[in-house]
């Protein structure tokens, strides 16, 4: 524990040197006047993020089987209160997930809640890659970029088109990886039953509840969705109303691809500045600009880091023995 928070330590003074570095070289008071741009407006764009933890409780609720039934508020309530552990601490998902689950479980058992979870989040996962690779190869199609970037782009979408395959080997295969592993851990061989248990839900869930997949599936394509929708909204408030939709499309998916490669940095604090003026100013749109919308989106993001704070902190999930996550 010593060494994660460390870890977590280092990696965050690392950011936020990153950050000043950032700052210093493109000029602080050019992004000042971008920033006050946006103005008011920062309330609809936390109302944004808000909306994108709403869709993807929606799709939580979706993957929960009768006989249980997970309400959309506490779901929305635990996937703000895991994003947040998520955010500060290196191990990203690896704590967040499993918190959203326990957050639930006086309402929907542990383990129904965390085999929904997992199934929702196959289907984020496989959309977000999508979403990656679909970007990567507008932004060669459409704009001129250094032979790296376009490595970096057959990269992701070879990349892409390998998790899918996985994705149906298991499928088809159903190999029981994780309890097959806790049985062969002797600390951990007791778990290995419920595990196993687990892992064929998750691999029949299609076959038993294939008429919710559209509407999980819609609900995940909602989240990118409003996640474009806010870069498009900021570009327009510093200043680029002709900006084409497809640049915002573009810079979500850069987004996303951020989050995946720098989620042990807690709240990517420098390199989604760094990473997005890098962006920008690869589309023409100068590297101020990308610094100016990093900075809205980790004011978004703060919002609801520190609402899921304070949620987890009236839940006593950090104050009571039993409850710890």
Same mark, same amino acid.
């Given at each position: 524990?010593?060494?994660?928070?460390?870890?977590?330590?280092?990696?965050?003074?690392?950011?936020? *040197?990153?950050? +000043?570095? /950032?700052?210093? %070289? #493109?000029?602080?008071?050019?992004? &000042?006047?971008? !920033? @006050?741009?946006?103005?008011?407006?920062?309330?609809?764009?936390?109302?944004?993020?808000?909306?994108?933890?709403?869709?993807?409780?929606?799709?939580?609720?979706?993957?929960?089987?009768?006989?249980?039934?997970?309400?959309?508020?506490?779901?929305?309530?635990?996937?703000?209160?895991?994003?947040?552990?998520?955010?500060?601490?290196?191990?990203?998902?690896?704590?967040?997930?499993? *918190?959203?689950? +326990?957050? /639930?479980?006086? %309402? #929907?058992?542990?383990?129904?809640? &965390?085999?929904? !979870? @997992?199934?929702?989040?196959?289907?984020?996962?496989?959309?977000?890659?999508?979403?990656?690779?679909?970007?990567?190869?507008?932004?060669?199609?459409?704009?001129?970029?250094?032979?790296?970037?376009?490595?970096?782009?057959?990269?992701?979408?070879?990349?892409?088109?390998?998790?899918?395959?996985?994705?149906?080997?298991?499928?088809?295969?159903?190999?029981?990886?994780?309890?097959? *592993?806790?049985? +062969?851990?002797?600390?951990?061989?007791?778990?290995?039953?419920?595990?196993?248990?687990?892992?064929?839900?998750?691999?029949s869930f299609a076959a038993r509840s294939g008429s919710r997949i559209p509407a999980i599936v819609a609900a995940e394509v909602g989240f990118h969705a409003l996640g474009v929708a806010e870069i498009y909204l900021t570009l327009r408030l510093l200043g680029y109303a002709s900006v084409p939709f497809l640049t915002s499309f573009i810079l979500e998916?850069?987004?996303?691809?951020?989050?995946?490669?720098?989620?042990?940095?807690?709240?990517?604090?420098?390199?989604?500045?760094?990473?997005?003026?890098?962006?920008?100013?690869?589309?023409?749109?100068?590297?101020?600009?990308?610094?100016?919308?990093?900075?809205?989106?980790?004011?978004?993001?703060?919002?609801?880091?520190?609402?899921?704070?304070?949620?987890?902190?009236?839940?006593?999930?950090?104050?009571?023995?039993?409850?710890?996550?």
């Amino acid at each position: 524990m010593r060494k994660l928070n460390a870890t977590g330590v280092l990696t965050a003074l690392a950011g936020l *040197a990153l950050l +000043a570095w /950032v700052i210093s %070289r #493109v000029g602080a008071a050019e992004i &000042a006047a971008d !920033l @006050a741009q946006v103005g008011w407006v920062l309330v609809v764009i936390i109302a944004i993020g808000g909306g994108r933890f709403l869709l993807r409780a929606l799709a939580w609720q979706f993957c929960v089987d009768a006989p249980h039934r997970l309400r959309l508020g506490d779901a929305f309530t635990a996937a703000v209160c895991g994003d947040a552990l998520g955010n500060l601490t290196p191990l990203g998902p690896i704590v967040g997930e499993p *918190a959203k689950a +326990a957050f /639930v479980r006086r %309402r #929907v058992p542990l383990g129904a809640a &965390a085999t929904a !979870l @997992a199934i929702e989040n196959v289907f984020y996962t496989l959309s977000a890659a999508a979403m990656i690779a679909s970007g990567m190869v507008a932004l060669v199609f459409f704009f001129r970029v250094p032979p790296s970037v376009r490595s970096i782009s057959e990269a992701a979408v070879i990349a892409t088109l390998a998790l899918f395959a996985v994705a149906l080997w298991f499928l088809w295969r159903q190999p029981a990886i994780l309890s097959r *592993a806790l049985g +062969a851990t002797p600390k951990l061989a007791r778990h290995a039953n419920r595990m196993r248990i687990a892992e064929q839900q998750i691999y029949s869930f299609a076959a038993r509840s294939g008429s919710r997949i559209p509407a999980i599936v819609a609900a995940e394509v909602g989240f990118h969705a409003l996640g474009v929708a806010e870069i498009y909204l900021t570009l327009r408030l510093l200043g680029y109303a002709s900006v084409p939709f497809l640049t915002s499309f573009i810079l979500e998916t850069a987004n996303r691809l951020i989050q995946v490669v720098f989620k042990v940095v807690p709240l990517r604090l420098g390199v989604d500045e760094a990473a997005t003026a890098w962006f920008t100013d690869l589309l023409g749109l100068g590297p101020t600009t990308g610094v100016a919308l990093a900075i809205v989106r980790k004011v978004r993001v703060l919002f609801w880091t520190t609402a899921g704070g304070l949620l987890l902190i009236r839940e006593g999930l950090f104050t009571h023995p039993d409850k710890q996550v």
